[in-house]
């Protein structure tokens, strides 16, 4: 069977054909399909490419849902210690967030609690990395992106990108996440159902941040006790990623973010780790 890949010109091409063409078949073995399951399987991919458009990607979410996006996430971020975690991209970052000032309200909706978004942005020797970009995402108050409701929620609500100030700081207002399910309307939600799988994400928040001479993170920030934070439907959780929120009564801390007290503050600092770190091997 090898050989028919023979002459493909690409190594790493002739590689991984090689490879996925082996491992198919003894999938297949092992599992022995009837004509009707093997049909129905292909029926199943062609409704999950079918699902996908501009705004909805089904085939990722499959990909999430497989553990399968967090496999290839732990092959190709390898980080040192002490460097922030990544995690899942998901299927919402479809749109480029606007560049918008430091201390800026991204709930544009005002459909959640608010809440003030702070942290630093340092290299792992702990050099506050000044002019770094931190691009922000999350869902509203009632666990929907506003590409999911563009009937209903103002373009990029809850988007922003933001750059750090000369001491690597960033600071934004939004409200407070919430747990809410992936989408369910596709072929991803009937598999769900069929394993009797829940579809929840805890809540989270999400963040790409990169800074020059730095390898850029894609990750979340989970929020200490929320539900199924041990049972994410994506696998996407890490515990170094986990915050809490705190109430602050303190005037000096609510001028430094422009809000009155009490306010909710979600601290999540993000450590890089620079482009000359060699590769950590995984254990
Ligand atoms: C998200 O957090 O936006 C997400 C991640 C994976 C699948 C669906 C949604
Ligand atoms: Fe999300």
């Known amino acids: 069977m090898n050989a028919s890949w023979q002459n493909t010109a690409d190594e790493r091409l002739k590689t991984i054909l090689n490879s996925l063409v082996e491992h198919l078949h003894d999938f297949l073995r092992d599992v022995e399909p009837t004509l009707d399951e093997w049909m129905q399987g292909l029926q ?76 630093q942005v340092r290299s792992l020797d702990g050099t506050p990395l000044a002019g770094a970009l931190v691009d922000v995402w999350q869902a509203n108050g ?38 809410y399910p992936v989408p369910t309307d596709g072929p991803v939600g009937d598999l769900l159902r069929a394993s009797q799988r829940h579809a929840y994400r805890p809540a989270h928040i999400h963040f790409i941040a990169g800074a020059q001479g730095h390898h850029p993170v894609t990750t979340h920030m989970f929020l ?32 430094e973010f422009g809000v009155q007290v009490p306010f909710h503050l979600i601290e999540f600092d993000i450590v890089l780790d620079p482009a000359t770190q060699q590769p950590v091997e995984l254990s």
């Open 142 to 179: 009632d666990g929907l992106y506003d590409v999911q409701q563009p009937d209903k929620q103002p373009a990029l609500n809850l988007r922003g990108l933001f750059t750090t100030d000369d001491k690597g700081r960033y600071w934004l207002r939004s409200v407070v996440p919430r747990h």
């Open 44 to 119: 199943f991919l062609t409704a999950t490419g079918q699902k996908c458009d501009d705004v909805r990607q089904e085939f990722i979410l499959l990909s999430d849902i497989l553990g399968v996006s967090m496999l290839v996430d732990a092959i190709n971020n390898r980080k040192p210690q002490g460097a922030t975690e990544s995690t899942v991209l998901g299927p919402f970052h479809m749109v480029d967030s606007p560049a918008r000032e430091l201390g800026a309200d991204i709930s544009l909706d005002g459909n959640g609690t608010p809440c003030v978004v702070a942290g």
């Open 224 to 255: 200490d006790g929320s539900r199924y934070l041990d049972s994410d439907a994506v696998f996407a959780v890490k515990n170094e990623l986990i915050r809490s929120i705190v109430v602050i009564n303190d005037e000096a801390r609510a001028a």
